[in-house]
């Protein structure tokens, strides 16, 4: 994993082996007209390297605005957030960028793949964002998608593949900078079943290699693939459970 630059506060309790995410009494507050909507009520949150977690609840319980902090997308109202030991509170925008692009890894329910590039060029974005030069970049994203089972349709646009296929691009962009966390929403939300239980495997393989994933779900059967699970309710965490890996048929 890459190490993250400016660590100008420290965190509250340092360990050889800091959590990937640590958050205390994250606070998310937006006026919606006259009134103040409470997105978040003071969650505290700690998520260690190479865990798989799935974060259910329903509309307006604050699943997606989590999300959001953790990707570094959205700034909380007030609390703290630890990104691998990095207090993210204290970041300046281009610290943000740097850690969105090197340290954070997201996948989205509508791939967000850019349709008129192929998909070895999709999965080089993040690496020509970070500056990495055209040979390695290529050899990259190469090697990622060949890692997903894509090596022969690396060179297809987007339209041209299936949708599952379309979201292993993205999960192939996802990994290709090594990132310390990867931020999944609602991954296969667009997918029929048959593809989801394959896109769903990938996520367990991937976290067998040790990826700490944090996936975001509506869905019960999806967050049953998780090892623990966080059900949220009116802006706060209302249960956070280990579950065991369930038998596959």
């Known amino acids: 994993m890459h190490s993250l630059s400016a660590r100008s506060t420290p965190d509250p309790a340092p360990s050889a082996a800091a959590p990937v995410i640590r958050t205390r ?11 103040l909507v409470l997105a978040l009520q003071g969650v505290d949150l700690e998520i260690e390297p190479g865990e798989f977690v799935a974060i259910m609840g329903p509309s ?51 791939f967000h793949l850019l349709p008129r590039s192929t998909a070895l060029r999709n999965v080089e974005v993040p690496l020509m964002y970070a500056g990495v030069r055209t040979r390695e970049r290529r050899a990259r994203a190469t090697e990622a998608l060949e890692r997903l089972g894509l090596s ?24 290709v900078t090594e990132p310390s966390l990867v931020l999944a929403d609602e991954p296969t939300g667009n997918l029929d079943s048959q593809t989801s239980d394959e896109i769903l495997e990938l996520f367990e393989s991937l976290h067998a290699r040790g990826e700490t994933i944090v996936l975001v779900t509506h869905e019960h059967e999806v967050a049953a693939r998780a090892r623990r ?19 596959r048929r």
């Open 229 to 247: 699970r966080i059900d949220m309710r009116d802006g706060r965490i209302e249960r956070d459970v280990r579950q065991p890996q369930e038998p």
């Open 60 to 110: 307006g319980s604050g699943k997606s605005t989590l999300m959001n902090i953790l990707g570094c997308l959205d700034p909380p109202t007030s609390g703290d957030y630890w990104l691998s030991g990095t207090a993210v509170s204290s970041l300046d925008d281009a610290q943000l960028a740097h850690i969105r692009n090197r340290e954070i890894g997201f996948v989205f329910q509508t």
């Open 152 to 175: 022969d349709r690396m060179h297809h646009l987007p339209g041209q593949l299936s949708g599952g296929q379309r979201q292993r691009v993205a999960i192939a962009r996802a990994l």
């Open 25 to 35: 009494a994250l606070r998310r507050e937006y006026a919606l007209g006259s009134a």
